[in-house]
């Protein structure tokens, strides 16, 4: 059983176009995560929902928007693809409550994101 | 400003016993974490410190010291699948995560 899913796996899209990402999991958390990992690399947080109320926004271009229907669902809309969004996209999830060890955070396989 | 520092690669032989020092810097401290990410996929946990000492997991053993701001993970009797990326990443004061940019670990037979 998969604990933290996305979808989809790759994406492959033209500059200008708008995409969405999805992500789900299955462990019960309270908190959810989206971060960037460029080809260098570095894992970048982005935006992260506790309880579907944004609690992490970082600098980002506007062009992003999380959107959270219910506490196990956190999906990425992203508008006006550039270049520069080639990455890949790694959802995840903690179980939340500000107690350290509990904010272990699971990650989705990634969605692997080519703007051409 | 909060800061993790650690060596972008190292090489090991199979076998063998590797270190891989990480050093932070944040606001507040609330725990270290390490995770192993393969090439093409997602970070998966490994272990979490809040205390000082050092915690074994099997051929895996994470330390810290809080009043060095100092961790590191040690991984013994190498394993050609223990070729990967290590990332360092400390808890602050917000129980935010801050990530360092990874280790990339090759292991050599």
């Known amino acids: 059983d998969t604990a933290v899913s996305q979808t989809p796996k790759y994406l492959v899209t033209q500059m200008g176009n708008d995409k969405s990402i999805k992500c789900e999991q299955n462990?019960?958390?309270?908190?959810m995560y989206w971060y960037k990992q460029d080809s260098k690399k570095f894992l970048k947080i982005m935006f992260s929902?506790?309880?579907?109320?944004?609690?992490i926004n970082e600098t980002v271009p506007n062009r992003f928007s999380p959107k959270s229907p219910d506490k196990a669902h956190l999906n990425l809309h992203i508008n006006s693809l550039e270049l520069g969004d080639s990455a890949v996209y790694f959802c995840?999830?903690?179980?939340?409550?500000?107690?350290?060890?509990?904010?272990?955070?699971?990650f989705g396989p990634g969605t692997r994101l080519l703007v051409l | 400003g909060q800061n993790i520092d650690q060596p972008t690669e190292m090489t090991a032989t199979e076998g063998a016993i590797v270190q891989i020092n990480c050093t932070y810097q944040?606001?507040?401290?609330?725990?270290l974490f390490w995770y192993q990410q393969h090439a093409g996929e997602a970070p998966t946990f490994l272990s979490y410190?809040?205390l000082d000492g050092l915690e074994e997991k099997g051929r895996f053993s994470s330390f810290l010291s809080r009043s060095k701001g100092y961790s590191y993970l040690l991984l013994k009797e190498l394993q050609m699948k223990d070729s990967a990326s290590y990332l360092c990443?400390?808890?602050?004061?917000?129980?935010?995560?801050?990530w360092g940019a990874g280790t990339k670990l090759i292991i050599k037979p």
């Open positions: 410190n809040v």
């Open positions: 929902y506790n309880n579907k109320e944004l609690i």
């Open positions: 944040t606001s507040g401290f609330n725990g």
């Open positions: 995840a999830s903690s179980q939340g409550g500000s107690q350290g060890g509990q904010e272990t955070q699971y």
């Open positions: 462990l019960g958390h309270d908190t």
């Open positions: 990443a400390a808890m602050d004061s917000n129980y935010q995560l801050i």
